[in-house]
């Protein structure tokens, strides 16, 4: 019986998630002339993530849960959260999320619904990535430099939309920052995945690609 696409709101194991590798890829055309001097086109206006969680694996038991994980997502058919290790918050690595650590907008004294991003900046250029899902209850919110309450000053849908309460509304001019962190959309690459156990014996890891789904 056939089965339609679908997306599972389940993280992928976490354990072998932060011994994976992988990260952004970006698709750019290279077109050389004849003088020799080249024109570079970007293909994609956003980066799009990919990880092989196989070389997460570091035992038979790690093996058994992902192969569990891809039967129950049918393969390629379901969406699923992935956590990774490098980039998965507001702030670096080395520190937790606060409320001043990524500009999401400026109020007007009318608007209510600002969306969650991160800020990639370096040497004067900006690339603005469009968080979907943020992690519930680690999101903070500042305006003006002041931090103000979740649940009572404003709320976040599982999109990453801040959205203010009537009395809390940012006026116009002032900054509104968040901080948090956040999950990858993705699903498998593959529909089937090799395992030799022989190999796996002497060290050789299955290849498990994910790769991200972009709305």
Request: proline fraction near 6%; glycine fraction near 10%; aromatic fraction near 8%.
């Amino acid at each position: 019986m056939s089965e339609t696409s679908g997306f599972d709101e389940v993280v992928f194991p976490l354990a072998v998630s932060l011994r994976a590798a992988g990260g952004p890829q970006r698709r750019t055309e290279i077109v050389v002339l004849g003088s020799g001097r080249e024109v570079r086109n970007a293909r994609w206006a956003d980066s799009r993530r990919r990880y092989d969680a196989g070389s997460g694996i570091r035992s038979l038991d790690d093996l058994h849960e992902v192969l569990s994980f891809f039967e129950a997502r049918r393969g390629r058919l379901h969406g699923f959260l992935w956590r990774d290790p490098l980039d998965d918050r507001s702030s670096p690595p080395s520190r937790d999320p606060a409320a001043t650590d990524q500009a999401i907008g400026v109020g007007d004294g009318v608007a209510t619904a600002f969306a969650l991003v991160k800020h990639y900046a370096s040497g004067g250029r900006d690339w603005v990535r469009t968080i979907l899902r943020p992690v519930a209850g680690s999101v903070r919110v500042a305006v003006a430099g002041v931090e103000k309450t979740a649940g009572t000053d404003f709320t976040v849908s599982a999109a990453g939309v801040v959205a203010f309460a009537a009395g809390a509304i940012p006026p116009s001019g002032a900054a509104i920052t968040a901080g948090f962190r956040f999950l990858v959309p993705v699903r498998f690459d593959t529909d089937e995945i090799v395992v030799d156990l022989t190999a796996f014996a002497a060290g050789e890891i299955p290849s498990i690609p994910l790769v991200e789904i972009r709305p």
